[in-house]
C-alpha cells in the first residue's frame, strides 16, 4: 500500500517556503517527482534541462581545478628533480596556465560555477513561470481521481468501522470489494500527490491573489473543498478515518474534493447563490410593506 502524505492533515507550524533554500535544484526535484506520481511526468523538463546544465558547467569546473592541481604538481616535481636549465622556465609557465584554475580568485574557475548558478537559478525562473499552467493539469488530475472515488461502490460498514488501513483493506477485501479497494487506494495516491505538487507550487509566491478565499477560509481547506464550511468543522471526524476512506468520506458529505483557486470558489458561490426570482416564488421578501405614518400638519 502507498504511503500517504496525509494531504488532509491538520494545519502544522508555518515553514520556510522551500524554494528558498539554496538554487531552487531540491525543490524542483521535488516538484518533478510529485508531478509524475500524479500521473504528469516530464512536465518540467524545461527547468530540469536547466538543472543539468548548470551541473554539469559545475563538473566541467571541477574537472578542470583537478586537471590544474595534476599539472602543477608534474611541474613541481619536475622543478625539484631537473638539472640545471629551464626547469624554473617551464615551472613559470606551468603556474600562469594554471593560474585561472587554482589559487585564492581563480578567475576561471568562478567564471564557470558563476554560470552554473545562473543555469539553477534560470530553471527556478522557468518553473516560476510554468506554474499556473501546472497548477491548471493538476486540477484536471484531481477532477479525475475525486471522480474515480466517487464512481466506487459502497462499501460495508464493517469497513468504516475500521481504525487502520490494514483493518479497512481485510475487511473490504472480505466482503468481495477488493477491486473496488483498489481503486480508492490508487486514486487516494493521485489525490496525495496532486497536493504535494500543488504545496510546492503555492509556495513560489505567484499565486497570493489566487488564494484570496472567502472570508474565515482557511488556506488549506480553500485549496481541498469547495464547500469549506462543513470541511472546517467536521475535518477532525473524517481524519480519524483509515487514510483511504478520508477523500470518500469528503465526496460522500458534499465537500465538493478537489484542488482550487479563488476564481473557483467564486464561480461555485455564484453558481449556488439563490437566485432573485426563486426568492419571490418562495415569497420571501414579498410580503406586504407596512403603512408609513402620515405626519399631521
Known sequence: MADYIDAMAGPGVPQVSRWDRG????????????????GLPDRLEPATRLLAQGEQLF???REEKRAAADRLEQATRALLTAGPGGAAAAYGQVL?????WLGDQPAAMAGVMNAGHRAQANATQTTFAMAHGLY????????????????????PREVWLSTTGGQAAEAAIRAGHELAWSRLVKANARWDAVHAAAALLR???????DL???????????????????AVEQLPQVRRLPATLRLRACVDRGWQPG?????????????TAPRPGLLARLGVGSGPKAEQPVEVG
Open 23 to 38: 538554487d531552487g535544484a531540491t525543490a524542483i526535484a521535488a516538484l518533478d517527482q510529485a508531478m509524475a506520481k500524479a
Open 59 to 61: 563538473e566541467q569546473a
Open 96 to 100: 600562469v596556465e594554471v593560474g585561472p
Open 136 to 155: 491548471r493539469e493538476l486540477g484536471q488530475v484531481c477532477a479525475e481521481a475525486v471522480a474515480e472515488v466517487a464512481a466506487v461502490p459502497a462499501l
Open 203 to 209: 509556495e513560489t509566491g505567484v499565486f497570493q491573489a
Open 212 to 230: 484570496l478565499f472567502p472570508a474565515g477560509c482557511p488556506t488549506m481547506e480553500g485549496c481541498q473543498f469547495l464547500n469549506w464550511e462543513p
Open 259 to 271: 484542488l482550487w483557486l479563488k476564481a473557483d470558489h467564486d464561480a461555485y458561490r455564484a453558481a
